[in-house]
């Protein structure tokens, strides 16, 4: 138990130090891509790079939302049936996000 | 019933305001907040794979004034958090706890994070 406490600490930080520069270079195209019409944004993932790093993103915001929101609810929640709930509900919300994500980044370069 | 009586964070109605705590539960705020802008952003990803007739359509939102502004908002509650986060992991290694120091990294964080969504939005 203290072990598994010890490691969401550790993966909630190492997850925030991979996201930092991830973040920047997203927000950063975000900005570029608005600006798109459809056939700009996909010659944007016409790259490895964008794949790569959005790929990335996915996978380590998933983890780290994972792991803040149940924090929150650890810190607010008194009720154990509603945080078993809600738990259940932030592990399908953090689970599903990046999959679809990923599958639809797979169909836009296929 | 049986009730869980562990312990709970300070109830925020009648927590007196501070500019720590309020940057305090900002980073939550913002952190649950992003958690959305995750949603509006795989979103987006879906609607390309999608096929241009919906990427198009969220697209004409995302330009729209009220677009522009979730965005620059999503953006700047991303740029916070960031920052926070690492004012975050300063403490988690021992540094910046005396108050005079952590009242101005607050500020610090609070002036970088307009700063860079100012810079990424209109440069």
């Known amino acids: 138990m203290k072990n598994h406490a010890l490691n969401k600490w550790i993966i909630q930080r190492v997850s925030a130090v991979v996201l930092m520069p991830l973040l920047l270079f997203f927000l950063y195209s975000l900005v570029d891509l608005v600006n798109k019409d459809y056939t700009g944004a996909l010659d944007f993932f016409d790259n490895y790079l964008s794949i790569i790093i959005f790929t990335l993103f996915l996978i380590f915001a998933g983890l780290h939302l994972k792991l803040g929101l149940g924090e929150i609810i650890e810190d607010y929640i008194q009720d154990e049936r509603l945080k078993g709930v809600l738990n259940k509900i932030i592990m399908l919300y953090s689970a599903v996000l990046p999959v679809v994500g990923i599958i639809s980044l797979i169909i836009i370069i296929l | ?123």
């Open chain 2, 1 to 123: 019933m049986e009730k869980n009586s562990g312990p709970l964070s300070p109830h925020l109605q009648i927590y007196k305001w501070q500019f720590s705590s309020l940057l305090s539960i900002t980073h939550r705020l913002t952190g649950t907040i992003n958690t959305v802008g995750f949603f509006v952003i795989v979103l987006w990803i879906l609607f390309l794979a999608l096929g241009p007739e919906y990427y198009n359509f969220y697209q004409t939102f995302l330009r729209s004034f009220i677009g522009k502004f979730i965005l620059v908002g999503f953006t700047w509650s991303f740029v916070y958090h960031m920052f926070n986060g690492i004012r975050h992991l300063a403490w988690d290694f021992g540094y910046g706890y005396e108050i005079k120091t952590a009242n101005l990294s607050g500020i610090i964080v609070l002036f970088l994070s307009i700063l860079t969504t100012f810079f990424i939005w209109i440069i």
